[in-house]
């Protein structure tokens, strides 16, 4: 059996309210929150980063795995705001985990989805026998541009997985993939901000992609929607994954647990990874859970996972994605959001 | 550039390595040559763990030009529970929240940048619980 045997998410305690954003900008709050269904999202404190969420949601993934971190033989960090242009986030990572140094690190790409292209390929790894175990991390510290409709999204989180084949909670029956060239999201070299293409982000991109995924999943699974206990989508906002899981025949009651954006935001690479992991808090053995991923550019990874016996004995090892998500929030206002996320130029 | 130095202190600062003595017991951190307590050289590595409470803590209003932005913030002396003693900031915390006593976790945070081109260094903070 292969799969997941620890994982951890983690959010910064910082909040804004769409209200403090909308109010900025001249926007009316009440329209975004029905059309987007955003409430509130995740901010980074001045000193967190990609790295810093990566270490601090790898850390309780070890601590529900229960192994020794040296065993560790891979890490991939998948993130759109990785702190280096060059020089792989996870370098940092393995030395504040004590991981030592017989590990392959790499950086992963893809907009939104470069977290579950990393747990894809760590899940690969294991299952070939190049190392024992592979962690794989989702994080993300995103920024919209001030005044773009991104920034009632972007937010800050991420989550961590770590492969093997020992005291799996989570098993991986099914991966697939769904990718082609879709320029609807985009930042080029140099770039502070990214960029997108409005409406066209939409049905050509994240709908076409996900519910592609989606289908394919369920045929190579053979499986229908009423099989899965749960589902979780990529959550740009609250209302595309909802419209994905109708268009591929999944009920409210199945995305809800998952769905934890309206009051998170919009993780990018950590976004359906950190669905995953408030799923796992909450699941019982036997459980199927689906999960389609998203990223621009554009394309979609799906996931078939069953949970086993062993879910109950990590569960309460570490802090659960919304105990972090209601709990212990300290709210910004917009200065101090443009400050935190250094919107404001200062003085060298 | 302090990139040579910031390197030779990644154990301590990434994942709060130290020093026990193997004859008396006492933990040393950072590391040292020779126990403070009983003058032997012989010392085994441990890894202090993320619990601590507050020894003592001032707050800064004004201060050094790198943590200007962050102002006011909290610097503590922390008790990690193996009974060592380190210097940290206080993260996320409201500074009417910080008091001697109180019980902290250690956290992994970047500290500072080195400059806008320069390296991010990373390390230990402390928030209270
Ligand atoms: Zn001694």
Redesign the pocket.
């Known amino acids: 059996m292969i799969g997941i045997i620890g994982y951890g998410s983690y959010l910064p305690r910082y909040r804004i309210k769409v209200e403090s954003i909308a109010k900025e900008w001249g926007s009316d709050p009440e329209s975004i929150k029905r059309g987007l269904k955003l409430f509130e999202k995740t901010v980074p404190g001045l000193d967190e980063d990609t790295i810093t969420i990566a270490v601090q949601a790898s850390k309780y993934a070890v601590k529900r795995a229960g192994i020794n971190p040296e065993e560790i033989g891979a890490v991939y960090i998948g993130s759109e705001s990785h702190p280096y242009a060059v020089k792989p986030s996870g370098t940092v990572l393995i030395e504040a985990l004590g991981i030592g140094n017989d590990v392959h690190v790499a950086s992963y790409e893809f907009a939104c989805k470069a977290g579950t292209e990393a747990m894809f390929v760590a899940y690969c790894l294991v299952k070939a026998n190049e190392v024992k175990y592979a962690l794989a991390i989702g994080a993300d510290t995103s920024q919209g541009a001030p005044g773009d409709a991104l920034e009632y999204s972007a937010s800050a989180g991420g989550a961590a997985f770590i492969m093997g084949k020992e005291n799996v909670v989570a098993e991986i029956l099914f991966t697939n993939s769904f990718t082609s060239d879709t320029p609807d999201f985009w930042r080029r070299e140099h770039e502070f901000y990214p960029r997108h293409a409005g409406r066209f982000t939409g049905e050509p991109a994240y709908f076409k992609h996900v519910v592609n995924a989606g289908k394919l999943l369920l045929e190579k699974s053979a499986m229908k929607p009423e099989d899965f206990d749960y589902a979780v989508f990529h959550m740009p906002n609250g209302k595309f994954p909802q419209m994905a899981a109708k268009k591929l025949g999944f009920t409210k009651e199945q995305i809800e647990t998952g769905w934890i954006v309206p009051w998170m935001g919009n993780t990018y690479s950590g976004s359906s990874p950190t669905g995953l992991s408030a799923v796992l808090d909450v699941a019982k053995p036997g459980d199927k859970i689906f999960m389609v991923s998203f990223g621009s550019g554009a394309g979609s990874d799906g996931f078939v996972f069953k949970v086993t016996d062993k879910i109950v004995d990590v569960q309460d090892k570490a802090p659960k994605l919304r105990d972090m998500l209601d709990n212990n929030k300290i709210y910004l206002d917009y200065g101090e959001y443009a400050k935190f996320r250094e919107k404001i130029i200062l003085n060298e | 550039m302090i990139t040579p130095k910031y390197v030779r202190e990644i154990p301590q600062r990434y994942r709060l390595e130290a020093a026990k ?1 193997k ?2 017991s ?1 933990i040393s951190f950072p590391p040292r040559l020779v ?1 403070p ?2 003058k ?1 050289r012989s010392f085994d590595t441990i890894r202090l763990s993320d619990e601590g409470k507050i020894l003592t803590f001032t707050i800064i209003r004004v201060s050094s030009d790198i943590f200007s932005h962050q102002t006011p913030y909290g610097v503590a002396v922390i008790e990690t529970s193996e009974g060592a003693k380190l210097m940290a900031m206080i993260a996320d915390t409201k500074i009417e929240d910080i008091a001697i006593g109180k019980k902290v976790k250690l956290i992994f945070r970047k500290i500072r940048d080195e400059g806008v081109s320069g390296i991010h260094c990373y390390g230990y903070k402390a928030v209270v619980i």
Do not use: L, M
């Open positions: 003595c004859n008396c006492y126990c307590k009983c032997s």
